[in-house]
């Protein structure tokens, strides 16, 4: 990173967040030679002040505060500071830069805009003490010029991504009660329900069995089969691998000419006797009057 100090600086990043805005200004490395001083000065925008190596000083409004490797402050809108490396040693700062902005979308996640109005609300309110970068933001700032020095797929995305990962652990950085709300959680029940039907509807053909599906949801076979139940009363597991499969089957008769026992086969069924039983037992006719009845239907619609 010493070497390209700027490279980030030389993309324009502009990320939509929630009902934000965030357009990244300056995204560098700088370094303080020993006892390099920055007079008081302020911005119009955030800048986040990360300290991965060396030491020194910072005066924020009117109070001072020594600085060392793995800290962290940030200087919000109009606020004056002050910097300065130890006489006797350098020190590095990594810096963003971002001015933040309101901006309603429409089709936001409402978890995504609660998340952004949080996080930027508690930035707005921190303190004026630097921290310890306890949640390693700099990592952040370490794999976004990785990503863009070497040019890697979706390398834009991913800086996008870093940088709110910055904003979000330079806020937890001073976050001491820990979460205050829950993320949103699923219906186990019904996730379970439809990432079983999903896994059949993919794997139907295959000689699949109620262990095999409960072994990918990682839990037992009755518990599997209380899911199918507890979701409809009137169904379980063996009857809906045979609706999925019958499905195919119906649609193997309708748009091909290949033989029963040979469509039996390929869509799950053990062999065309066993199919024609089901097929009798459930749709009323067997597979061959069933083809004939749509095949009817087809050329009367083409007419």
Known sequence: ??????????LDIRI???????HVLRFHLTTFSPGKVIDFHNHAEFEFHFIPRGKGRVILEEQAYSLSEGMFYLTGPGVMH??????????????LHVDITEKLRIDVDPWEAAEAEECIEKLRKLPLIPAYDSHKAMNCFLEAYHVCDGKFAGYYTSIKQLVISILM????????????????????????YQYAIHYMEANYPASLTLENVAEKLNISPRQLQRVFKQMNPKSSFSKALEDIRLEAVCRRLKESSMPIEQI??????????????????????TPGAYRKAKTKIMKSDGD
């Open 1 to 10: 990173m010493f070497e390209k100090q700027d490279m980030l600086e030389r």
């Open 16 to 22: 939509a967040w929630g009902h934000y805005e965030i």
């Open 82 to 95: 002050y910097q300065e490396a130890d006489i006797h040693e350098a020190m590095d700062e990594l810096c």
């Open 169 to 192: 652990k330079a806020a937890r950085a001073y976050d001491s009660d820990g979460i205050r709300a829950e993320a949103p959680v699923r219906d186990m029940l019904s996730y379970r």
């Open 264 to 285: 039996a086969q390929s869509e799950g069924f053990a062999n065309a006797t066993y199919l024609h039983a089901v097929f009798r037992k459930r749709l009323g006719m």
